[in-house]
């Protein structure tokens, strides 16, 4: 299964790097798992949370994430 190697910044004060190696069939299931897992404290834990999430993630001018195959 392929590895991803994903970093967002978070929206808060203190430990606002998240860096996490998830595995996932594909991108789009792995962002998904490390939404759950690292980032669904700052969005609502739904489809719409993490509609607004990867919105921010790959956001052209004040991209906050950052996703490699590994």
Known sequence: ???????????TESA??????MEGENKEI???KFFTEEASEFYSNDEQGFYYFKDDFFDTNTSSGSIIEI
């Not at 299964?1 to 929206?11: D, G, V």
């Not at 606002?16 to 190696?21: A, D, E, S, T, V």
């Open 30 to 32: 792995a962002l998904r």
């Open 16 to 21: 606002q790097l998240r860096h996490k190696i």
């Open 1 to 11: 299964m392929p590895k991803y190697a994903i970093a967002f910044i978070a929206p």
